[in-house]
């Protein structure tokens, strides 16, 4: 089985544009999460979507938002960038029917730079 | 709400020496724990989870951890050390105690192994 793949793996911006991500879970998944890492604060959650809603949300403001596909693909859109959105972006794709036993399976990270 | 404390920012051993990195969680619900692993430039790999099957859980690589409710730990141990061990760890926590179903993170430990 594939993996969770996410594109593009490095991006460069400037203060004030917009960037969307993009993440394809795992076959047969219909979660998934984004998270944010930065070596301040570390690894946090921003939001969940399952069957094209969303399930779960973090406390990020509403720069940061999110939508799913019908064939469970994920992007995330951070509008109006900051410097301290500089991070690498993490999707986790999980079977999202185990409760919180489920497993999640990361993607390799965006890597996204604002200048 | 769910926390997860690592201790010790950074731990080195030598090729072959014991390996413990430690983690201590905070919880009111019963807790669903996991350690991560995440090489330079990758996302994250699921070394280990613990749903309350067994307190003692058996990883990939080598590694394993145990739960013990009545210190609130789920330490992370290999017996020896090998060179490709040198990564950064993370114990998580999953669990409904904030009304939803997401990981939340300790701030990581860095292994690094000597030759």
Request: glycine share 10%.
């Amino acid at each position: 089985k594939a993996g969770v793949t996410q594109t593009p793996r490095y991006l460069i911006k400037t203060r004030g544009q917009q960037v969307t991500l993009s993440c394809s879970p795992i076959s047969g998944h219909r979660s998934v999460s984004w998270y944010q890492q930065t070596p301040g604060q570390g690894l946090q959650f921003l939001f969940e979507y399952f069957s094209e809603t969303q399930r779960n949300k973090g406390n990020f403001p509403g720069r940061f938002s999110g939508r799913q596909f019908s064939n469970s693909r994920s992007e995330m859109n951070v509008s109006t960038l900051e410097l301290g959105d500089s991070a690498l972006y993490l999707c986790a794709s999980s079977s999202g029917t185990s409760g919180s036993t489920d497993t999640q399976y990361f993607g390799p990270g965006t890597r996204l730079t604002v200048l | 709400a769910q926390s997860v404390t690592q201790l010790g920012s950074h731990v080195s051993v030598s090729e072959g020496a014991l390996v413990l990195l430690r983690c201590n969680y905070s919880s009111s619900v019963p807790p669903y724990l996991f350690w991560y692993v995440q090489y330079p430039n990758q996302g994250l790999q699921l070394l280990l989870k613990y749903t309350s099957a067994a307190t003692l859980v058996k990883g990939i690589n080598g590694f394993e951890a145990e739960f013990k409710k009545s210190e609130t730990s789920f330490h992370l141990t290999k017996p020896s050390a090998h060179m490709s061990d040198a990564a950064e760890y993370f114990c998580a926590v999953s669990g409904w105690d904030t009304g939803r179903r997401a990981l939340t993170f300790g701030s990581g430990t860095r292994l690094q192994v000597q030759p």
